[in-house]
C-alpha cells in the first residue's frame, strides 16, 4: 500500500469529497491506535523463551513469541530497564499474553496473605474489562477462569461464584500484573509468590496436568519506526484476530475505504492514501498532547499543580477518542476504583516543573492521600514517560519509603531538585530531578471515595527560591 504526501495537493484543489476522507481518516486513526499499541506491546513484551521449550524464534530476529504462560519482573524496575511507559516502581509484574482462540484458561491464584496485589485483564480494544486481586477475589488461594467471547462450554463449580467466570470481548488478553514490594529487601518474598501463579487449559486443570505454553507468530518488530503502512499493516492485522463489537461493526466498515479493515483491499486510491497519513500525523499530535488540550478541562482540575484523573471503568464503551488516549499515555492503566492516578505537570503557579528550580510538597498532618493499600510519588522525564536516572536510585517516595523524615508538627515535606539538598531532613526526602522538564504521578491503590470524588486535595508543588 503506497500513500502519498497530502501536502502535493494545494488548499485550492481540496474537494468535499477530500474533507470526507480527511475526517474518515482522523476517526479510523483514533478507532484503530488500541490495536496498533496492542499490536506493538504484544510484540515487545511477549516471551521469547518458555521453561522447557527454549525460543520460540530459530533466530534473534525472529517474531515468533510464547503465550499463554507468565512472565515476571524479578527485580524492581529502575531507569532503562522498562519497556512500557510510565513504569511502576512500587509493585513487581506479572505479565501474561492470552490466546483463547482455542478454548479457556484458568489462572491459579497462590495465598498472598496480607499483601496487596491485582492482575488486570484488557481485552484487545484496551478495555481493562476485569481485575483479579485482593479488591475483588480477596488474598486467598484460588482460581479465576478465562474465555473469550463465543465459549459456551460448562463452567466448573468453583467458578460460578462472583468474579471466577471472567469473559472477554477478544480472543487476545493482555495481563499485567501487580504485587506490592515493601522496598528491595522485599523482593525474594514476592519473587516466590510470582512463580505461584500458573495458567492451565480447562481440561489440563481438571485433570491436574501442566499445560504448555503456545507458539505465536507476532509478525511484527516491536521496535521498528511508525510508518502509515506499518501501522494499517498491524490494525489489519489485528483486526482478523479480534474483530471490533458488533456495535462498532458499522463504523469500522466505512474504514475500508483506506485500505483498514480485516479484508480490505490492498491499493486504495491516492487521495484516501493522502487523507490517512495526513490523519497519522494529526493523531499522534492530538494522542501525545496534555489531557487537558484533548479533552478540554474535563476531570482535570485546575490548571496549577495536580489534575484530577480521568475516571475509567471496566471498559471505554462509545468514548473511543479517550480509548485511544489512555493507549497512547498510559497503557495498562487500571479502573479507577483499582488504582487512581492524578498527575502534576506544573507548579502552584501554573509554571512547567524542571529541574532548573527546586520544589517542595508538604502534606499537612492527617493529609496523606487517603488509600486502602498504599500510595506513591513517582518522578517522570517530560521527553519520554520514563524514569529519570539518579545517584541514589529514587524514583519514587511514598507511605513505604524507608528513612522520611517527618515535620516537627507531623506532616510531611518533600523536595524535589536536581540536586542533593544540603539540609539532612530535606536529603532524606529527596526525589532526585532531572536537569530539563518533568512531571509527577501520584498512585493512589484502592483509593477511598474522597480521593475521586474531590473532597480530598493533593498539595501541589511549591517552586522554593533558587
Same mark, same amino acid.
Given at each position: 500500500?503506497?500513500?502519498?504526501?497530502?501536502?502535493?495537493?494545494?488548499?485550492?484543489?481540496?474537494?468535499?469529497?477530500?474533507?470526507?476522507?480527511?475526517?474518515?481518516?482522523?476517526?479510523?486513526?483514533?478507532?484503530?491506535?488500541?490495536?496498533?499499541?496492542?499490536?506493538?506491546?504484544?510484540a515487545a513484551t511477549s516471551a521469547r523463551k518458555a521453561p522447557g521449550l527454549g525460543y520460540a524464534?530459530?533466530?534473534?530476529?525472529?517474531?515468533?513469541?510464547?503465550?499463554?504462560?507468565?512472565?515476571?519482573?524479578?527485580?524492581?524496575?529502575?531507569?532503562?530497564?522498562?519497556?512500557?511507559?510510565?513504569?511502576?516502581?512500587?509493585?513487581?509484574?506479572?505479565?501474561?499474553?492470552?490466546?483463547?482462540?482455542?478454548?479457556?484458561?484458568?489462572?491459579?491464584?497462590?495465598?498472598?496473605?496480607?499483601?496487596?496485589?491485582?492482575?488486570?485483564?484488557?481485552?484487545?480494544?484496551?478495555?481493562?474489562?476485569?481485575?483479579?486481586?485482593?479488591?475483588?477475589?480477596?488474598?486467598?488461594?484460588?482460581?479465576?477462569?478465562?474465555?473469550?467471547?463465543?465459549?459456551?462450554?460448562?463452567?466448573?463449580?468453583?467458578?460460578?461464584?462472583?468474579?471466577?467466570?471472567?469473559?472477554?470481548?477478544?480472543?487476545?488478553?493482555?495481563?499485567?500484573?501487580?504485587?506490592?514490594?515493601?522496598?528491595?529487601?522485599?523482593?525474594?518474598?514476592?519473587?516466590?509468590?510470582?512463580?505461584?501463579?500458573?495458567?492451565?487449559?480447562?481440561?489440563?486443570?481438571?485433570?491436574?496436568?501442566?499445560?504448555?505454553?503456545?507458539?505465536?507468530?507476532?509478525?511484527?518488530?516491536?521496535?521498528?519506526?511508525?510508518?502509515?503502512?506499518?501501522?494499517?499493516?498491524?490494525?489489519?492485522?489485528?483486526?482478523?484476530?479480534?474483530?471490533?463489537?458488533?456495535?462498532?461493526?458499522?463504523?469500522?466498515?466505512?474504514?475500508?475505504?483506506?485500505?483498514?479493515?480485516?479484508?480490505?483491499?490492498?491499493?486504495?486510491?491516492?487521495?484516501?492514501?493522502?487523507?490517512?497519513?495526513?490523519?497519522?500525523?494529526?493523531?499522534?499530535?492530538?494522542?501525545?498532547?496534555?489531557?487537558?488540550?484533548?479533552?478540554?478541562?474535563?476531570?482535570?482540575?485546575?490548571?496549577?499543580?495536580?489534575?484530577?484523573?480521568?475516571?475509567?471503568?471496566?471498559?471505554?464503551?462509545?468514548?473511543?477518542?479517550?480509548?485511544?488516549?489512555?493507549?497512547?499515555?498510559?497503557?495498562?492503566?487500571?479502573?479507577?476504583?483499582?488504582?487512581?492516578?492524578?498527575?502534576?505537570?506544573?507548579?502552584?503557579? %501554573?509554571?512547567?516543573?524542571?529541574?532548573?528550580?527546586?520544589?517542595?510538597?508538604?502534606?499537612?498532618? %492527617?493529609?496523606?492521600?487517603?488509600?486502602?493499600?498504599?500510595?506513591?510519588?513517582?518522578?517522570?522525564?517530560?521527553?519520554?514517560?520514563?524514569?529519570?536516572?539518579?545517584?541514589?536510585?529514587?524514583?519514587?517516595?511514598?507511605?513505604?519509603?524507608? %528513612?522520611?523524615?517527618?515535620?516537627?508538627?507531623?506532616?510531611?515535606?518533600?523536595?524535589?531538585?536536581?540536586?542533593?539538598?544540603?539540609?539532612?531532613?530535606?536529603?532524606?526526602?529527596?526525589?532526585?530531578?532531572?536537569?530539563?522538564?518533568?512531571?509527577?504521578?501520584?498512585?493512589?491503590?484502592?483509593?477511598?471515595?474522597?480521593?475521586?470524588?474531590?473532597?480530598?486535595?493533593?498539595?501541589?508543588?511549591?517552586?522554593?527560591?533558587?
Amino acid at each position: 500500500m503506497t500513500m502519498n504526501d497530502p501536502a502535493t495537493a494545494s488548499a485550492a484543489e481540496t474537494t468535499p469529497r477530500d474533507d470526507y476522507l480527511q475526517a474518515l481518516a482522523l476517526q479510523a486513526c483514533i478507532a484503530c491506535w488500541p490495536l496498533y499499541e496492542m499490536q506493538r506491546m504484544r510484540a515487545a513484551t511477549s516471551a521469547r523463551k518458555a521453561p522447557g521449550l527454549g525460543y520460540a524464534g530459530t533466530s534473534p530476529e525472529s517474531t515468533e513469541r510464547w503465550c499463554n504462560l507468565f512472565t515476571c519482573e524479578r527485580e524492581l524496575l529502575t531507569a532503562g530497564k522498562s519497556r512500557v511507559v510510565m513504569p511502576n516502581n512500587d509493585t513487581l509484574y506479572v505479565n501474561a499474553w492470552l490466546d483463547l482462540s482455542a478454548g479457556p484458561l484458568v489462572i491459579t491464584l497462590p495465598d498472598t496473605g496480607s499483601r496487596y496485589y491485582v492482575l488486570g485483564l484488557l481485552d484487545y480494544y484496551t478495555n481493562p474489562f476485569a481485575h483479579v486481586g485482593t479488591r475483588t477475589t480477596g488474598n486467598g488461594a484460588g482460581s479465576v477462569l478465562v474465555c473469550g467471547p463465543d465459549w459456551d462450554g460448562e463452567l466448573p463449580a468453583e467458578h460460578r461464584a462472583a468474579g471466577r467466570h471472567l469473559r472477554s470481548d477478544t480472543h487476545w488478553v493482555w495481563i499485567i500484573g501487580r504485587v506490592l514490594v515493601d522496598g528491595p529487601a522485599d523482593v525474594p518474598a514476592v519473587n516466590e509468590l510470582q512463580d505461584r501463579f500458573r495458567m492451565q487449559t480447562l481440561d489440563d486443570w481438571r485433570a491436574g496436568r501442566n499445560s504448555p505454553a503456545r507458539r505465536f507468530d507476532s509478525r511484527f518488530a516491536p521496535r521498528a519506526p511508525f510508518s502509515v503502512e506499518r501501522f494499517v499493516a498491524m490494525v489489519n492485522d489485528a483486526l482478523r484476530a479480534c474483530p471490533p463489537p458488533a456495535r462498532h461493526a458499522g463504523l469500522f466498515a466505512q474504514f475500508r475505504a483506506l485500505g483498514i479493515g480485516a479484508d480490505a483491499d490492498a491499493v486504495v486510491s491516492p487521495h484516501a492514501s493522502a487523507a490517512l497519513a495526513h490523519a497519522c500525523t494529526r493523531a499522534q499530535q492530538l494522542l501525545d498532547s496534555p489531557e487537558q488540550q484533548v479533552f478540554g478541562m474535563a476531570g482535570t482540575g485546575t490548571s496549577e499543580g495536580w489534575r484530577h484523573p480521568i475516571r475509567l471503568g471496566q471498559s471505554f464503551g462509545d468514548d473511543l477518542l479517550l480509548r485511544a488516549f489512555i493507549s497512547r499515555q498510559s497503557i495498562g492503566a487500571l479502573e479507577t476504583r483499582e488504582a487512581a492516578y492524578p498527575r502534576c505537570e506544573t507548579d502552584a503557579a %501554573g509554571e512547567l516543573l524542571s529541574g532548573a528550580h527546586r520544589y517542595t510538597i508538604r502534606f499537612a498532618p %492527617g493529609q496523606l492521600p487517603p488509600v486502602d493499600a498504599f500510595w506513591s510519588i513517582t518522578l517522570y522525564r517530560a521527553s519520554d514517560y520514563f524514569l529519570v536516572p539518579n545517584p541514589i536510585e529514587r524514583y519514587s517516595v511514598g507511605d513505604r519509603t524507608a %528513612g522520611l523524615v517527618f515535620d516537627a508538627d507531623g506532616g510531611l515535606s518533600i523536595t524535589i531538585a536536581h540536586h542533593a539538598p544540603l539540609d539532612a531532613a530535606q536529603r532524606a526526602n529527596w526525589l532526585p530531578a532531572p536537569e530539563d522538564r518533568f512531571f509527577l504521578c501520584l498512585r493512589a491503590y484502592l483509593p477511598r471515595p474522597e480521593m475521586l470524588d474531590g473532597r480530598y486535595r493533593l498539595p501541589d508543588p511549591q517552586r522554593r527560591p533558587d
